[in-house]
């Protein structure tokens, strides 16, 4: 019998492999652990992009994608799935990430099998259970269940502690995101990916706006109101390139060619393996966005960031003073947009602030802490 602890890591959507993969990579270094993953494959194509550039393959996949999924449906197929792993496998721990149905179900079953569980990235509230949704109450549940709590900052360890946690079992670690971006960022500086060629011939050396969007709240209103601003201030700015590689969600996808396509500066584009969306953030003079971890990385790269959701998990980066929050009006985006594209000063102040969200160390940590802590 092997005395190694047997740690099976459940990853499904492009966020939660960004903010794993790394750690899995650290629990790989560490001989007292054996190393599982399994894929829930909520998201098919946009997760196969980070094993690859992370070098990771799954040993289970439970591969239940399907387009334009109901929530419900990837429940159900995730909880059914990953029972039959938890049985096989009767790992010591298992670890989820975020919000995500992959990380409830994660927790949930891991529950059911009596497995502790290990939550990466706890802690983080906006108080309003239908924003972001269903990702806040997804994340309140996990906390309910989860064993170890790795909270990212001081501030997500105070939300636990507020809500009666045990102290014992929440650590601040640091986000792993910015240990994946650390990992990233030095060497496509360096040396850009091949497939950042064409989009630089599209920018060339001009001024250039980066947007990413895809929250389930923003659907339908807010989503053609931020399309619509975008264009708008597009309209207004000829000497400003807009590049925007679209989320695969058909409710995003729709809007977003619909109002943005056939747009001499607005680049539709597909999604971007991590390394070149690293090189292309890394480039842009604005970020526009509703992304959690895009909020996390920009203050690493030095870059401002118009966050397009009315509230935000992550309070940190605008205490900071590094990102905004604009909502999804038109009226806003197109405001606050404009000044940042106008104020080369004012983007100086927003860009440089120390990144709150961690050192890159937070993967060592953590197994630190779990080394420690399992029996
Ligand atoms: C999910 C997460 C969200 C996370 C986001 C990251 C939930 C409830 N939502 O939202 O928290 O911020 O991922 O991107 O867990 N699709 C593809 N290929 C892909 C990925 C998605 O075609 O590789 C399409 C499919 O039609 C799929 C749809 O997008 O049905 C929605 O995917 P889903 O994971 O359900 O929701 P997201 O909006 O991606
Ligand atoms: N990202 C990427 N390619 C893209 C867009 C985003 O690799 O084309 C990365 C980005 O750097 C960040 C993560 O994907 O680390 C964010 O994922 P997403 O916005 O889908 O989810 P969220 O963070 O909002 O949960």
């Excluded at 239940?64 to 197929?77: E, F, G, S, Y």
């Excluded at 201030?233 to 809007?255: G, I, M, W």
Aim: hydrophobic share 40%; glycine share 6%; charged share 20%.
């Amino acid at each position: 019998m092997s005395s190694r602890k047997k740690i099976l890591t459940i990853i499904g959507t492009r966020p939660e492999a960004i903010k794993l993969c790394p750690l899995v990579l650290e629990f790989q270094r560490r001989a007292e652990f054996e190393s599982l993953v399994c894929s829930t494959g909520q998201h098919r194509e946009m997760l196969a992009q980070v094993f690859s550039t992370f070098d990771i393959s799954a040993d289970h996949d439970l591969d239940l994608m399907a387009p334009n999924q109901t929530l419900a449906m990837v429940t159900a197929r995730a909880t059914t799935g990953l029972d039959q792993v938890f049985a096989t496998e009767q790992p010591d721990l298992c670890i989820v990430q975020g919000d995500t149905t992959t990380a409830f179900t994660g927790a949930l079953v891991g529950h059911y099998h009596k497995t502790p569980i290990g939550h990466v990235e706890a802690g983080l509230r906006t108080g309003n259970k239908f924003s972001p949704f269903p990702e806040e109450m997804n994340r309140r549940l996990v906390g309910r269940m989860a064993d170890l709590h790795f909270a990212p900052t001081e501030h997500a360890q105070q939300s636990l502690l507020n809500e009666g946690v045990d102290p014992q079992t929440v650590f601040v670690t640091g986000n792993t995101v910015i240990d994946a971006l650390l990992w990233t960022r030095d060497r496509v500086i360096k040396n850009p990916p091949n497939d950042t060629a064409e989009i630089q011939k599209l920018i060339d050396d001009r001024e250039m706006v980066l947007i990413t969007g895809h929250r389930r709240e923003s659907f339908g209103t807010g989503f053609e109101n931020m399309c619509q601003a975008i264009r708008t201030v597009a309209d207004q700015h000829p000497d400003v390139e807009f590049v925007y590689p679209v989320h695969l969600n058909p409710n995003v996808q729709q809007p977003v060619n619909a109002i943005l396509g056939n747009h001499p500066r607005i680049h539709l584009i597909a999604p971007l393996s991590y390394e070149p969306f690293v090189w292309l953030m890394n480039r842009a003079t604005v970020v526009l966005t509703d992304s959690g971890g895009i909020q996390e990385e920009a203050p690493s790269l030095g870059k401002p960031v118009l966050v397009m959701r009315e509230n935000t998990e992550r309070p940190e980066g605008v205490e900071a003073g590094n990102a905004k929050l604009v909502g999804t009006s038109q009226e806003k985006i197109i405001s606050e947009l404009t000044t940042l594209l106008q104020d080369p000063a004012l983007r100086d102040i927003m860009a440089n602030v120390a990144n709150p969200y961690g050192d890159g160390n937070a993967c060592q940590k953590i197994a630190d802490i779990i080394s420690g802590k399992i029996k």
